[in-house]
């Protein structure tokens, strides 16, 4: 039997409220009960007033009749493993955990010691159970589902009477790629005991449970996520959906307005083998005929915008409409400066590409340079001198190289000559140079240059225009040769990458280049598996620090708000610990 397909809306326009506005809140809170005797905090404040209105009394009992759960679905195959290491942690502890899905079912429960499970038994707090503020309140699974974030409820924080010896902290997990709520994990325990000391490792579970739900995904899926997140972004209000055999993504426009027999429609077209990027094609869709726009993601996926304001439109030879790239936000900014006026920073790690960016917008006069590196050599004085000459020299711009090595005295002299210069000066540095912060800020430009680990997703088009630039038009890399450099760390960048093509164009003999072309060092990845966006995000954000800090894990442990337990572990994960700083 083939899998139905799923379709996730993403709509975040606010809900209203469960049973609508049948009593306003201020009456609520001055009204039954005491002000004493009412939750200080908001959140919960505002949980009481929707469990007032959903016509549960404080002395209410559970109102719950367990179901038939799918203990296979995606949520619970993901947090499996995580689950089963929360299990061992909380071994004859006095605390339990608790997964629900996104409607308040529990899916699965783990408790330190018999008794609490039998207890939990009790209450109802059983597998099949929905726990949503209609039926039980106030709570730790039931609050995070309506508010979307995490949540301590303290004892008497409950609405029910027979929950308040317990307290809980709840936290709301969303899928990474839809952003999408799938469901909630709660730690609770008896009111003598603090949850508190738990929410680290309750976090960690969190991210790692949402890690695990995007890797659940196919490379196409993943593809078409992030083609339909970039759509989105640029169409607010227009209906996007977004299909391929057994997934499909609407925004709140597409949700709102569109059946399912519009989806399944797309989904057909989606299929069709001579539909591509940039045709315009006529759909009746439930709501009329519609100019629909496509952006073809793979061979079954693609992205349809309905076009609204062009109803009746005939269909119109297909233009070129791709997923943006950061190479296409580079180019774009580097566009933009060279049309603007006044001075321009371009930042980036070394071998991403400062110094021929700068040269380019400065004119590629290779004479107008000066290195703040030069400094040491030279001296202040004299380097200070060949600063203000070039900026009296009659021309456009000149370049400042590595203005983040300059002591404090030269930046002095630097932020001098840039206010009184009638030339342009493009500047280079590092990455996140608080020191230069002055400087920066008489810059109107600012170009952040993106690493080469960013950019992992063009890398095929990189070496493309790299094999170009040398000739090589009619050489390819092999997918195997493309597939070991994408697991490369490449610390130098575009730099590194570009002797390592001219290194396998030197060895190739003949045909494409493969594995065996390439540099020794570089035949085996650094990483045993690619890493998902997460993980990927996660891996930039632990090397830089530790780059910043020169390695010392006690201080990026410090800076990233992290045990050195955790960075350890991470480190470890990521395969951070071979790298050396």
Known sequence: MPRRAKIHSLNTEPRPGLLGNRMPYQDFVSADMPEDDLPVDSDIRQSWYR????????GSQIATEPATMNLQSRLVRAATPILQGLENQLHGSNFGVLLADNEGFILHRTFGTPKLAAASDRLGVVVGAQFTEQTSGTNAVSTPIETRRSVFVLGEQHFLECLRDQICFGLPIFHPGTRRLEGVINIMG????????????????????????????????????LAFRATCDSHRRMPVVAVEPNETFTNGAAAMELQSSDFTMLREFAARSGLDSGDRVLVDLSIGQQAVLVERVSEQGAVFRIMRDEEGTEAVPRASVRHRTLGDELADAVARARAGTGH????????????????????????????????????????????????????????VESVDLLDARLLGVLYDVMERTSSRMILTCDPDTDAIARVAALCRSVIELPTLRQRRSELPAILTKLLAARGAKDVRFATTAVATLAGQDWPGNLKELQVVVDEALASRSAGDITVADLPDRYRTPVRKR??????????????????QVRGNKVQAAQLLGISRSTLYSRMRALGLQSISY
Do not use: C, H
């Open 190 to 225: 008896p009111s003598r005991e603090s949850p508190a000391l738990m929410k680290p490792v309750l976090t960690t579970a969190v991210w790692e449970i949402q890690q695990r739900l995007l890797n659940t995904y196919s490379d196409a899926q993943v593809a078409l996520l």
């Open 344 to 399: 321009v920073l371009v930042r980036g790690e070394p071998g991403s590409g400062r110094t021929s960016t700068a040269r380019e917008l400065a004119g590629g006069d290779v004479d107008l340079v000066i290195d703040g590196r030069d400094a040491i050599v030279m001296g202040p004085k004299a380097w200070a001198v060949k600063l203000r000459r070039l900026a009296e020299r009659p021309v456009d711009g000149f370049v």
């Open 530 to 547: 690619n890493l998902g966006l997460l993980e990927q995000a996660e891996f930039d954000t632990i090397r830089k620090v530790l780059t």
């Open 51 to 58: 469990s007032t209105l959903a016509g549960l009394t404080p």
